[in-house]
């Protein structure tokens, strides 16, 4: 079966999106300013569940109904809830420096957990997107 060029493109796209969010928490939560808040495994483990659902879409996707055509409606689900989880933990922090803690050093922190809230949004969207293609003809 010859496999559908936009899907592919479009799962990959959301891939690694989702992989520079991962990446980007990493860093943030290494921060000085984050890392009291330390790392979220449901933030990890959603996103790293939902990069594999995107892959195993892509590789072995079908023309025909399996259950394999739960993955594209996960992947974007799951995506959301880790960026929803991450969101939740950081937005005290972000409001803080925003207001009273402003200054190069936590605007620094700052920039790589506003780079993995977008990246992870970015990926959810284009998630969404990719469900609507299908990665076989």
Request: glycine content about 8%; charged content about 10%; proline content about 4%.
């Amino acid at each position: 079966m010859k496999r559908s060029i936009p899907g592919m493109v479009m799962n990959l796209l959301a891939v690694a999106a989702a992989c520079v969010g991962l990446a980007q928490y990493f860093t943030n939560a290494g921060t000085t300013y984050f890392k009291g808040l330390g790392t979220n495994p449901a933030v990890i483990g959603a996103a790293g569940a939902a990069i594999a659902a995107l892959i195993i879409w892509t590789l072995i996707g079908e023309a025909r109904p399996t259950w394999k055509d739960i993955l594209p409606i996960a992947a974007p689900a799951l995506l959301m809830f880790a960026l929803l989880t991450l969101v939740n933990s950081r937005v005290n922090g972000i409001a803080a420096i925003m207001t009273f803690e402003n200054n190069a050093a936590n605007m620094a922190d700052l920039q790589s957990a506003l780079v993995a809230i977008g990246a992870l949004a970015a990926a959810a969207l284009l998630a969404c997107l990719a469900a609507f293609f299908s990665v076989k003809k």
